[in-house]
């Protein structure tokens, strides 16, 4: 190992406060791929794709939508690969609460204003998204690693 893994290693430990291993910190500092998970931690397939990035040894970052709201860009990069429509979780609480199975809406704007709406999670790489709608979904993540 090199002496600026070495340090790259010591800094990360020192930051974190973790000791992580070697790969995690190869891909996530020299920034070869990380992946972004976007969701809510009462989602299951969040957690399957956290435990999946986790057991892979996949560098990652969780936002957590209902800590923080993604910012614009992040919603651009999001509708330039998956179409706002398919986005919408007709199945959730928020969705029959509010009636939007008998009116008209924008998907881009109810989206980025009410997160509760959103199909979760949805995992990011570089300027591409894609929606996790199934367990087997997770495949798609392995075949850009």
Known sequence: MSTDMKTIAYQRKITTGRNTSMNSIVRDELGAIMFQVIGNKKC??????????????IAHQF??????????GEWEKIFSSINSEDLVDTSSKYYKKEGYAWREYNAKEELM????????PIIKYKQKAFLLETEQDLSKMESIV
């Not at 299951?44 to 435990?51: D, F, G, V």
């Not at 936002?63 to 614009?72: G, Y």
């Not at 204003?113 to 979760?120: F, Q, R, V």
């Open 113 to 120: 204003s009410h997160s509760e709406l959103l199909k979760t």
């Open 63 to 72: 936002v957590d939508l209902q800590a923080r709201e993604l910012a614009i």
């Open 44 to 57: 299951i397939l969040t957690k399957k794709a956290l435990r999946y990035c986790k057991e892979r040894n």
